[in-house]
């Protein structure tokens, strides 16, 4: 499957913000320079327009989750058929990702390190292999690491890590068993406060 392989602070730059693509703690900004454009500029010398804020609210979405566009636009038709609020329907689908609920709950250090975890065969999703890394978890599903992976020292670093800092409140993580639990769908303020995802329906609804 095709995926972004470019370097991740150009990502970071373009959108002006910290996209969570790099693991630790540290913070971004003097290692990936923020405040400049990836071609060198000071932001906010371009001139705006309503369809750029449109596109660059979707475009910080979709490098959030690692996706690219055609994947990005078919969970927003998705999420325009559901019903209730396409832009907290969409947040919730790229949420439920198995990929991205293995980085919630800490078994990997970015989304992209999970899409590697996942796609190796690493996790289990109540105790049966799943490595697709767009499998939509449901609440109340287990998952867990299976015995090989648990004794990687790569993934007990990671563990280590994520036990230091705060997890979400929709997972329960117990990193004796290697295991988690999705306990709800996450509320859209508490993921993606610096997305506003009317503007992305807007984008698409032109």
């Not at 910290?18 to 060198?40: A, Y």
């Not at 004794?151 to 280590?160: E, F, I, P, R, S």
């Not at 929709?170 to 306990?183: A, H, I, L, S, T």
Request: aromatic share 8%.
């Amino acid at each position: 499957m095709a995926r972004y392989t470019g370097p991740t602070c150009k990502l970071a730059r373009r959108e002006g913000v910290d996209l969570m693509l790099k693991s630790g703690v540290k913070p971004l900004e003097k290692k990936c320079r923020l405040k400049t454009t990836p071609g060198g500029n000071k932001r906010g010398n371009a001139r705006g327009s309503d369809y750029l804020d449109h596109l660059r609210e979707k475009q910080k979405l979709r490098r959030i989750y690692g996706l690219l566009e055609r994947q990005f636009r078919n969970y927003y038709q998705r999420a325009d058929r559901a019903r209730g609020a396409t832009g907290d329907i969409l947040v919730r689908m790229l949420e439920s990702r198995l990929d991205n609920v293995v980085y919630r709950m800490g078994f990997a250090s970015t989304r992209a390190h999970a899409r590697q975890v996942v796609s190796h065969k690493m996790i289990l999703v109540d105790d049966k292999p799943v490595n697709i890394p767009s499998f939509q978890v449901a609440v109340g599903q287990v998952i867990s690491l299976t015995e090989k992976a648990s004794a990687l020292q790569m993934v007990k670093d990671t563990v280590a890590l994520a036990q230091t800092l705060p997890r979400p409140e929709w997972v329960d993580v117990d990193f004796e068993k290697m295991q988690g639990v999705y306990r709800e769908w996450p509320a859209h303020e508490n993921v993606a406060q610096d997305v506003n995802t009317n503007l992305i329906v807007e984008y698409y609804s032109k």
